[in-house]
């Protein structure tokens, strides 16, 4: 695999790469902020030959991390594609965010993928976030390879960090998670650190030297061999344990040696197929060498080892109907199937969609039926719509670098694509189908937002429609209660990136203000008013007299109203006036200014004029009656309560129940999950949980998930609602 002699492609092998699916390679790069996923698309983009030197392009640019939010927020936070060609093959490397905030985009790698490689640094070791991420590769069967970096700290240890990948990914398995490598070290510094120079092959025993700035193969002293040996021993059974040749661990067993040729190629089937993981490591080059330690191997690995999109398959397709749709996986000549991963904007080109093609071919000004189902709750409405697109390219750092055409298996970027979100199918205009969506998070984090100035009001909208388009993990609601506009976000970070967004890309400036949730108000007890509306100032006056009981109802009842009057004191045709002033100040609230419900209103009795009522007056009468009632009558403040579900590991269940409960929550139980995790269940007042998201990250290191839906209105205790009153009165 890595041992294989390697060469950089010429012309020919470019021109073959994305000619056929069989040689291309989809390839996410996973795992924690600061495991350095970046650095290596980097060095990996140097010993292709893709840049200059590290990390830049001809223009002088980044391949990754290109934004200029990335520039000024020190990290990535959105996905990246580097392509790259190696031995004839083009390996598309998707650089994820790592930090928890921006999971959307490490799910959108994970959808345009067909494998994945988990960055770990050998200083910090594998955190919680990083395992829920495997275990979700795992559900699925994504190949996976472990790249161990950041191997120069003082505190850095291969072999213990092979130890600790193996704990943490093996599962019941351990052994199909082992090093391909060792490292090599070279002579202690002054501070006492020995730096790695080179790597030594388990299978081929062979010593790779990068020493100079080069790779270099050499033949081992042979005084090294013997330590490597029970290193290349367990290896030779991991993959002999994962061979689908039964008889070769017989044979092994029997002393019959192991060609290494096909130990390779039973190490490159069980990759493929994701039963095994083995463990690299590798090292940005030094300043003016051209190659970093293990990128060689690393790129035969995915070369070598990892599937074509072919054999990883197609998701879910059905016709617009919801039909199921059969098509042979990654075939060229099939119907064109594409999905947008993701959306951005050009201020110079506008909307650009990155695709990954599933099916069939994409051509330049082809004219595409766009499709997007089931992302209504969203704010992504369904809609299908014929569009030309634009032209087409590959994304390397800021250049877009123009291509005729795309084949099932790549991805390529797509201009002008003016209806089409994140999510959406793109398919051939006569024969329209629909790719089941990928698993999304929801945002739970919320963010009440205004227009800074009348300017920037005029824009506001159509640059929150433009944001959450690019974004299907951010959530625009225009809560009709509260009359807020809320961006339903992951994070903080998230936050801040979508309103830096919002300022730079579309020119609206916005003003932060605090989340509201909808309140509403109800009678303790029964109380009665009576509503006088008299006027008389020449001409037409103005009469009505209305009295009222009101009395509570039942959670869930909302307004009753019940016409008790007799003898007429009220004609018939002012009755629905009554009621309909009645309605009309229930909704603007008695109290504190949120909407009445759960109540009975009572009409027993009145007067009219035979000349001077009318129906405004009997609206204006119900109304002062109604207000007249309440301001004798104790009113209750009600609060939303949201039934929370948090799946969190066993080891933060104790202090997750206690946390809900000091958030006024009722803990109903718990449920035993697998991987070692529980599932709390609570009912928690909405007020409590504005920030949960983030308490809870903290509170369970990153590892804990939730989910919350609304279930009632209830009743505040009285010392928050008087809190919440003198809030109102204060602002």
């Given amino acids: 695999m890595g041992d294989k002699a390697h060469t950089h492609p010429g012309a020919a092998g470019r021109a ?33 030959g893709a840049v200059n030197r590290a990390g830049r392009v001809e223009d002088g640019g980044t391949v990754s991390d290109y934004d200029a939010i990335e520039h000024r927020q020190q990290r990535s936070v959105q996905l990246s594609l580097v392509p790259v060609e190696w031995d ?47 275990d979700e590769c795992a559900a699925v069967g994504m190949p996976r390879a472990i790249v161990v970096t950041h191997l120069e700290a003082a505190r850095a240890d291969f072999t213990e960090m092979t130890r600790v990948c193996a704990e943490a990914f093996g599962g019941d398995d351990p052994d199909a998670v082992l090093p391909l490598y060792l490292p090599l070290h070279g002579p202690e510094g002054p501070d006492g650190h020995a730096p790695v120079t080179g790597l030594i092959g388990l299978l081929t025993q062979k010593l790779f030297d990068y020493s100079s700035g080069e790779r270099e193969e050499h033949e081992p002293d042979p005084d090294r061999l013997p330590l490597i040996e029970e ?35 039973d190490l490159e089937k069980a990759v493929a197929r994701g039963a095994f993981f083995p463990v690299l490591a590798a090292a940005p080059a030094a300043e003016g060498a051209r190659r970093g330690l293990g990128t060689v191997e690393l790129l035969g690995l995915i070369t070598g080892g990892f599937p074509t999109p072919p054999e990883h398959g197609t998701p879910r397709v059905t016709s617009i109907d919801g039909t199921p749709r059969e098509l042979d996986p990654c075939d060229p000549d099939a119907p064109l199937v594409a999905e947008v991963v993701k959306t951005s904007s050009d201020p110079y080109v506008g909307r650009i969609s990155l695709v990954r093609l599933f099916s069939g071919t994409l051509r330049a000004d082809q004219t595409v039926h766009v499709s997007g189902h089931g992302l209504a709750d969203r704010g992504h409405e369904d809609h299908d719509v014929d569009e030309r697109i634009g032209a087409l390219s590959t994304p390397f750092g800021k250049q877009q670098r123009p291509v005729s055409h795309v084949i099932a298996g790549d991805l390529a970027c797509v201009a002008k694509l003016g209806r089409a979100e994140t999510g959406d199918t793109l398919s051939a205009k006569d024969d329209p189908l629909l790719m089941e969506p990928w698993e999304m998070p929801d945002p739970l984090l919320p963010l009440a937002i205004r227009a800074h100035s009348k300017p920037d009001e005029d824009k506001l909208s159509q640059g929150l429609a433009r944001l959450v388009a690019e974004d299907p993990t951010m959530r625009l609601e225009h809560n009709q209660d509260t ?52 006027k008389q100032s020449g001409g037409h006056g103005q009469f009505a007299i209305c009295e009222i009981d009101v009395e509570p109802l039942p959670g869930g009842s909302g307004i009753e109203f019940v016409d008790r009057v007799v003898g007429g004191a009220v004609p018939r045709q002012f009755i629905p006036s009554v009621e309909k ?25 009145g007067k009219a004029h035979s000349v001077d009522s009318s129906d405004a007056a009997f609206q204006t009468a119900g109304a002062l009656a109604l207000r007249e009632a309440a301001a004798d009558a104790r009113i ?42 529980t599932l709390v269940r609570a009912e928690v007042p909405e007020i409590e949980i504005g920030r949960y998201s983030i308490d809870l990250r903290a509170l369970s290191h990153g590892t804990a998930r939730f989910s919350r839906r609304y ?20 602002s």
């Fill in 636 to 677: 209750n403040l009600l609060e939303p309560v949201a039934a929370v579900s948090v799946l969190v590991g066993d080891d933060y269940v104790g202090p997750v129940m206690s946390d809900l409960s000091g958030r006024r929550g009722r803990v109903l139980g718990t449920e035993q999950s697998a991987g070692g995790r």
């Fill in 16 to 48: 073959r790469a994305a000619d056929r699916p069989t040689s291309v390679r989809n390839v996410v790069l996973v795992g924690p902020s600061g495991s350095g996923k970046t650095t290596l698309v980097e060095a990996l983009a140097l010993t292709a």
């Fill in 88 to 134: 004839g093959i083009k390996i598309n490397l998707l650089d994820t965010p790592g930090y928890a905030d921006f999971v959307g985009e490490l799910r959108a790698g994970l959808r345009a993928a067909d494998a994945a490689l988990f960055v770990v640094s050998a200083s910090d070791g594998v955190d919680g976030s990083t395992r829920m991420v495997w």
């Fill in 581 to 605: 002033g009645v309605r009309a100040q229930a909704a603007k609230g008695v109290a504190a200014g949120h909407p009445l419900i759960d109540v009975r209103v009572t009409l027993r009795d």
């Fill in 711 to 730: 279930v009632r209105h209830e009743p505040m205790p009285a010392q928050v609602a008087e809190q919440v009153r003198e809030e109102a009165v204060g």
């Fill in 483 to 534: 009359h807020q506009v809320v961006l339903w976000c992951l994070g903080e970070a998230h936050a801040d990136v979508a309103l830096e967004r919002l300022r730079s890309r579309y020119g609206v400036q916005v003003d932060v203000v605090a989340h509201r949730v909808p309140l509403r108000e109800t009678f303790d007890g029964r109380a009665s008013g009576r509503g006088r509306h008299v």
């Fill in 231 to 265: 290193a290349r021993a367990r290896l030779i059974e991991g993959i002999i344990a994962e061979s689908e040749d039964e008889t070769l661990m017989d044979r092994y067993l029997g002393g019959e040696p192991c060609d290494v040729e096909t130990l390779i190629e």
